[in-house]
């Protein structure tokens, strides 16, 4: 038998693989990527930004670095990660049943990826499980099952498609009896700055699972999936759950679940115009049924964190807001002991990366004479506002430390914990890391006692 | 102020980091990858493996890729990545306390990163805490303190030394009132052959936590410690657990305490001049003190794997092994129950990328007439003899089914469920996932009831 590394399927792969024919040269790069930055240098200035800041200076050059490392599959061939990686590996010897080369199921379970949502540009999560049945007496490296998913992931992508696009690939590259894959999705769900006030039960994740079969696997009742379900059940997948998505909830992005606002908000045309320059600088076509209206959902979303927004809001909340403070939280003032508001949630926007960062806030502070405590929705509100708009985590602790700190006499612990899309979503892909940010102010940043009594009553994180 | 992007720092940076200064240019990767390619194959002939054989002829050509990859670090500045994401930052105004640029503890939780032994070349898996106190009104951008530790665990390592270095590089190129670094370490424990079968509580893992800090952190009693130590506790780290390491424990490698063998076995010099080579080709020293040895200790540990020892000791072990079958289970053989071995656990070597893989085997079998049950240690033999060779998993499961069929007279179930080295120490870094195959012989191919039960009696898995 001949060395199936070299050659012998190339002419199969070659034929097969038409999903996967965008082709994006090394050399166009510079040309897309300064295409990238001017779009971004756009955006900035309609947020009201001075793009020559310190701290967003260089955030287009940045954004487009880690655009183009977060689209790279536009740019990836399957054929190219699979060629070399079939084997061969023998079957059954004249025996009954399914093993090795010929049959017998092979799954790797719980693959971390990331991709971007086509419909609104945000990333989401993936947690990825894919299988396949060997045929031929052959079998593929393993390592590959998760990099030609990855492939698709790097894309501009909605859950079904990349299950559909993966499975299709998966099948034409090793030809084997089948294919199935699993992906269990999570998306942000950010809430808008009109929405966050009212509903405080924002749920922050929108979560789905979606599969996709060929050959064997192509009939969802196929007993094959019995058996690839058993293999992933230890995972906390439930074969219940599974279900191709009726028409009747392709809502998966909340920026199409959105309600339409009551008030028209205009939209800047030139930043519409740059997000669809983008998009198109990555690869992909902006004309696509898909992505035609993802430029205006983005720009939209990212009206959030205008700078000016914040600042009227700002002032106009805190005039209004000082009035709220619980008047029935009856303390002793002279006891000194420390009041607490823990997993105030927040949601922000890195300045660096212009992508995502949410989690946490938690909050101490003593009452010093001839003030009162601050009510939790004050709280709420004051690390809304901070959060909404171009941040990173440390100016957001100290800022709400600052904030409160006036209103209370001056002892006041803030510590925040985040998420940030930016660890995972670039080069890096650290996906269980986590952040944690913290300011102290008067007698807090003294007395070790009472900051480590505080310390210690924060629980865990309650964020995902 | 002038932007901190480019260059207020760089001569800071220049003047303060010494320690990363290996340069290999891009021009020899070629240069040393074939000279790790011949290495490989002096390793594999001494192996007893045929080179030219399918499945390894391209191994010594993939061991190069991965080992280079796997050991980047050496060929990577922290200068390069931490230029640039030094961003100026406001302290506290006219307040007491610590928060932003000035003080306020950063941290960034939960980093998965892998590093080489440096005692034995296997690689071993770290969970990276990394936290300092900004200083002089700039931050950091979060990423980098991940980045920069993965310069530094893309090495051949030992886990204090990481932390050092880690902690060194940080507080040089950030210029922070202090860095705080701790590990938590994770290295595989393969038994060797000759002494699996005796021990049958074999620990898998060696487990290991270190500290280092500078400044702030430089007094391991320093307050600031107790600040880090309550914003990591919520992910599983007590402080109590936290020391330097004495003389006494120096024994993290499992190479290093391995007692000496009751019968000396020859090592092959070629075999240790060539990863000694290998040592040199990635930049390290093989002369360096804790180096010295691993040439001899990485063969040794190898040889476990050698082609023809493993088929002498099966034809051997299965001539007396067939007489240890467990006469007392008395059984209803009209019955057909299944018979189940749940978590039987198994070391192998993957023949693609020479790293281990390991994990655990679940058997199920009927009893055909006139044959009986098989024992407990029978089957976790058959399991160890296929695990200690070049292997691939589909292999190891068709293997293991095949070998234990006529036994019981042709209804057989195998699945292996493994964790693979290769797979998280080389670009992929999929740190959680995890694969399992199938093998189903006779009735268990034919019979979807009594296949699904034996699956869902399989518990959810207890390797890491």
């Known amino acids: 038998m001949g060395c199936l590394d070299d050659g012998r399927f190339t002419v199969e792969l070659e034929n097969g693989m038409k999903i996967d024919c965008s082709e994006v040269g090394l050399e166009e790069q510079g040309k897309d990527g300064s295409a990238i930055e001017d779009a971004v240098k756009v955006l900035l200035l309609g947020l009201g930004e001075d793009i020559n800041r310190e701290g967003i200076r260089r955030t287009p050059l940045r954004v487009a670095k880690a655009l183009r490392e ?11 990660i699979v060629q070399g990686a079939l084997f061969p590996e023998a079957g059954l010897d004249n025996r009954v049943g399914h093993a090795g080369g010929a049959g017998g199921l092979v799954i790797v379970r719980d693959i971390d990826l990331f991709s971007y949502c086509e419909s609104c540009m945000l990333p989401f999560q993936v947690k990825c499980h894919v299988g396949y049945v060997p045929s031929g007496e052959r079998v593929v490296g393993l390592s590959k099952l998760s990099r030609v998913a990855d492939v698709f992931a790097k894309r501009l992508q909605e859950p079904q498609r990349l299950a559909n696009e993966v499975c299709f690939a998966l099948h034409h590259a090793i030809k084997p009896a089948g294919v199935a894959v699993v992906l269990q999705c999570t998306h942000i769900h950010f809430p808008d700055i009109e929405s966050v006030f009212l509903d405080s039960n924002h749920q922050g994740l929108v979560k789905i699972l979606v599969s996709a079969g060929s050959g064997d696997f192509e009939n969802k009742n196929a007993d094959v999936w019995t058996d690839f379900f058993s293999l992933v059940k230890f995972r906390g997948i439930s074969m219940e759950k599974i279900h191709r998505r009726e028409s009747s ?61 914040f600042d009227m809001k700002l002032n106009g909340f805190l005039n209004a807001g000082i009035d709220s403070l619980n008047e029935n939280n009856e303390v002793d003032l002279n006891d000194k002991k420390t009041f607490t508001e823990l997993n105030l949630t927040f949601w922000s926007q890195c300045e660096h990366h212009l992508l995502p960062f949410h989690g946490v806030v938690h909050i101490g502070y003593l009452i010093s004479d001839g003030y009162k405590p601050i009510g939790k929705s004050l709280l709420q509100s004051i690390v809304h506002f901070y959060g909404f708009k171009l941040q990173v985590q440390e100016r957001l602790t100290r800022q709400i430390a600052e904030m409160i700190s006036p209103l209370i006499g001056g002892d006041v612990i803030v510590v925040v914990e985040a998420s940030h899309t930016c660890m995972i979503s670039r080069g890096i892909e650290k996906f269980g890391s986590s952040t944690a940010t913290i300011a102290v102010l008067g007698r807090f940043s003294t007395d070790l006692t009472i900051r480590a009594s505080f310390l210690q009553g924060i629980p865990s994180p309650t964020f995902t």
Do not use: H
């Open 70 to 80: 977060g689209t790279r599959g536009y740019r990836q061939k399957v054929k190219d």
């Open 249 to 309: 909830d392709l809502c998966w992005c909340p920026s199409q679940c959105a309600k339409a606002s009551s008030k028209v908000v205009p939209i800047n045309p030139a930043m519409v115009t740059a997000v669809a320059s983008i998009i198109k600088s990555l690869g992909e076509d902006p004309l696509r049924k898909e992505i035609r209206g993802t430029p205006n959902r983005f720009v939209r979303w990212l009206m959030n964190f205008q700078n000016s927004n």
